[in-house]
């Protein structure tokens, strides 16, 4: 009598364990993300003060498959907003500059107030539509803070990289759509809307950093509409260095 049960009570466990086994392998959202931030680097990574970047970059138009130009020398300097809550406007200090052989290209700033060009201050709207088209990333490192919400949806694949797909929400509402590794919960993707249509960015060859740990994309390519619009490879990544603040000012 006791070995039918006994059978009958295995085989329930047999059927039981294969939804244990799926649980496990599927975190919700805010476990990805909590996840990706631990493999970029953790607390030191979400509360990075600033960033240097300095590489090259490839730019195309939105016809024609040529590059329109090229920067041998391309650069970016932040400084971080730690109280963040809005993923696709200018937040803390930013300044991008882009030059080709010794002649600057273009450049673009934020002060903490106004965004700037090579030709002085911006207005504020057609500044913000700017930012609107450009900002997002930093965002994930406000991810678990109060107001945002973090929902798995389906996943994708990218090349041969499987994504776990998480769409944040801010406390304004704003949405990106964040691409993170199944196995190295590096981030790979990010998308969201911009005035110039859907937005994406790939992140690739990625390297680990030290002191402090750093996980750092060397190529990120933007698209807009399906559209490559450029890509940029770093070569060399400073993590909470001295940035002078002049750097930020607009052009007298």
Do not use: C
């Amino acid at each position: 009598m006791r070995e039918p049960i006994m059978r009958l009570m295995l085989l329930a466990l047999l059927a039981f364990l294969p939804t244990l086994a799926t649980a496990a392998d599927s975190p919700d959202g805010e476990t990805i993300l909590a996840r990706a931030a631990e493999a970029h680097g953790g607390a030191g990574w979400a509360n990075a003060k600033t960033l240097v970047l300095e590489g090259r970059a490839v730019f195309w138009g939105p016809t024609g498959a040529t590059p329109r130009s090229t920067a041998d020398d391309y650069r970016m300097w932040r400084v971080f907003d730690p109280g963040r809550t809005v993923a696709h406007s200018a937040e803390g200090k930013v300044r991008i500059v882009s030059k080709s052989k010794g002649v600057q290209q273009f450049t673009v700033g934020f002060d903490g107030t106004a965004t700037w060009n090579e030709r002085g201050v911006i207005p504020k709207a057609e500044a913000d539509v700017f930012w609107a088209s450009n900002f997002g990333f930093g965002i994930i490192r406000r991810a678990a803070n109060p107001g945002f919400k973090a929902e798995r949806v389906a996943d994708d694949v990218i090349g041969s990289h499987k994504l776990h797909i998480v769409r944040l929400t801010d406390p304004a509402g704003g949405v990106t759509l964040f691409g993170v590794d199944q196995r190295s919960y590096a981030i790979r993707t990010m998308g969201f809307m911009t005035p110039k249509g859907w937005h994406l960015r790939t992140y690739d060859d990625f390297a680990a950093l030290k002191n402090p740990r750093w996980l750092q994309a060397r190529t990120v390519t933007l698209s807009y509409n399906g559209v490559k619009a450029n890509t940029v490879y770093w070569t060399r990544t400073v993590v909470n260095g001295q940035v002078d603040d002049t750097l930020f000012s607009p052009p007298n």
